[in-house]
């Protein structure tokens, strides 16, 4: 077996899952002398998860026999992100503090290289890592004993339990201590999912078997009968999940397009005692007049862009250039910017304009038309009340940021387009995945798992579809074949966010607060006059939905 030397005394290191987790830290970048703890990723988490609700009174346990021992305990769930963390020496919690080891900080080996929590999750077993044996500088005074929590029905990992102590302190007995405290949450986690699966599997049973397609969608658990099975794909069971996560309480209907495109008319309805699941219903929609409810621009404007303009709005990134192309279907289409203004001058770029508009054939696309000076604005309003010209699609921000001469063009296009931003097209977003995928590689083999699909459906995408094509590129560019995992994600792509956990009706009403604050400058009194609300009201969703005057806080 090959050794290597640690990076300040030079000593070999033999055993061999050190030696590998010390490979695995270097082909991340992670550097020996790494003092990068200020940029540790740090991700907001539910302090009522599952996991911490099973966990608390084993925690609480352990604390108590620490007392007056040195030791701490820390609890990462399975994204490695700490969730918990009790310290018997105010100093040991100070130290780490400084280091920027707090709740909510991502600590996976390709983050910070061989530590407890870590290497855990990496290996899927218990391991000591003792002080010379951590890969980076400032965690050699540590030694620290990790070891998996797994869900005793699915095998999934859920977190790793931790205790720490100053490098030569760490007693071996405290393996076996830890490894009964990692049993007794493992357990908790049974009666946990015990109930609530009862209640699942006793609903979808009751319905299983008949002849339509039925499915029951839980935490951990997906139950289909033999039509469903038939019927859906795994990215419509992350779709589903979607559904799942958007549903308040009670029951509704709504239409989707399955992945193999057939049209589906599904019935939700809550589970009682379940913890959340949801009994699905499917019927396919049959009618030749029957519509899809989807989050994508209205599709029937289509037939009917030729007898007139159209406005697309919408903001940045959410695609009003493809929707464009789309709607004009023809090769005789010239796309003419009005950002360029800045760049080729006013008079030069008003005068093309104005040849371009003289010339009855084919389409033309003016974007960015917000950006446009408000003399020339008269020119295409006076070109769409004349009714002559080339065929007219102007793309824009969103209609309510438009005023003045902005708004009276866009009032004179009685056909518009309102493009939804990507965090609210989450039953979409595996098809469009798959379609920007096809754009960057069209020779690439590869699947995104449905867990794939769920995490990006979960991030609040400020830069809606240019941010998702560079975050699909950095995949393509590392598996050119087989299952993408979320491990093939970027870093900061393969936890989910607060936005998604959010109820529908909470996102549209965080949508609208963000907007009216934007609106009048962060002026809290207008924003909630505007929103129909008092100041007081106003002040309590801020501080529930976690707003800042500048929109969604991060903190």
């Known amino acids: ?66 007392a007056g021992t040195g030791f701490s305990l820390l609890l990462a769930d399975r994204d490695c992100r700490l969730v918990y963390r009790w310290f018997d020496d105010p100093r040991f919690e ?84 830890l490894v009964r405290a990692a049993e007794d949450i493992e357990q908790r986690l049974l009666d946990q999912a015990k109930a609530s699966e009862r209640a699942l599997l006793a609903a979808f049973q009751s319905v299983s078997r008949q002849r339509r397609a ?20 795994p990215a419509d069971y992350a779709v589903l999940r979607m559904l799942t996560d958007d549903l308040d309480s009670g029951a509704r209907s709504t239409d989707l397009t399955l992945d193999s495109g057939v049209v589906v008319r599904a019935h939700l309805a809550r589970i009682a005692g379940a913890g959340g699941g949801t009994l699905f219903h499917f019927a396919p929609i049959e009618s030749p007049g029957a519509r899809p409810v989807r989050l994508t621009p209205r599709r029937d404007i289509e037939t009917t862009t030729r007898t007139g303009p159209v406005l697309i709005a919408g903001a940045r990134g ?11 279907r023809e090769d005789m289409v010239e796309f003419r910017d009005c950002a360029d203004i800045a760049v080729e001058g006013e008079q030069p770029w008003v005068k093309r304009l104005r040849e371009r508009l003289g010339q009855p054939i084919g389409t033309l696309c003016v974007e960015n038309i917000d950006l446009l000076p408000e003399p020339p604005v008269g020119i295409l309003t006076d070109a769409i009340s004349a009714g002559h010209g080339p065929r007219l699609i102007l793309t824009s921000s969103p209609l309510s940021e438009l005023a003045g001469a902005h708004a009276a063009l866009a009032a004179v296009c009685l056909r518009r387009v309102e493009m939804p931003l990507l965090r609210n097209r989450g039953p979409e977003l595996a098809a469009i995945a798959e379609r920007i995928v096809r754009e960057l590689d069209p020779t690439a083999r590869i699947r995104l798992l449905p867990s794939v699909i769920e995490v990006l459906s979960a991030q609040p995408w400020p830069g809606n579809l ?30 989910a966010s607060r936005v998604r956990r959010l109820s529908g009706r909470e996102r549209a009403e965080l949508d609208a607060i963000i907007e009216a604050m934007r609106r009048h400058k962060g002026n809290k009194l207008k924003a ?17 939905l976690r707003i800042t005057d500048g929109g969604l806080s991060t903190s």
């Open 94 to 177: 100070s130290a780490l503090d400084t280091l920027g080891i707090r709740d909510g900080a991502i600590l996976a080996e390709e983050k910070i290289g061989t530590n407890a929590l870590g290497t855990a999750i990496e290996t899927r077993q218990g391991i000591i890592v003792h002080g010379a044996e951590h890969y980076i500088e400032p965690l050699k005074a540590f030694t620290c004993y990790g070891h998996p929590i797994r869900h005793p029905v699915t095998r999934r990992l859920e977190g790793v339990l931790d205790i720490t102590g100053s490098s030569p302190a760490m007693n071996p007995l405290l393996a076996p201590f």
């Open 214 to 233: 039925v499915a029951a969608v839980g935490d951990d658990i997906i139950l289909s009968n033999k039509s469903a099975l038939d019927l859906l794909s």
């Open 1 to 66: 077996m090959s050794t290597i030397p640690g990076p300040d005394t030079g000593a070999p290191m033999t055993r061999p899952e050190i030696e590998l987790s010390w490979k695995r830290s270097k082909l991340s970048g992670v550097e020996p002398e790494f003092d990068g703890f200020a940029d540790l990723p740090v991700v907001e988490f539910d302090p009522a998860s599952r996991l911490v609700e099973a966990a608390a009174p084993v925690l609480d346990r352990i604390a108590g026999a620490l």
């Open 318 to 328: 959410t695609g009003r250039s493809t929707e464009a192309r789309r709607l004009a």
């Open 528 to 544: 909630a006059r505007d929103l129909g609300i008092s100041r007081t009201t106003l002040y309590a969703r801020l501080k529930a």
């Open 466 to 495: 240019h941010e998702l094509k560079a975050v699909l590129a950095h995949v393509v560019q590392r598996r050119h074949e087989g299952d993408v995992t979320v491990g093939d994600l970027p870093a900061p792509y393969r936890v």
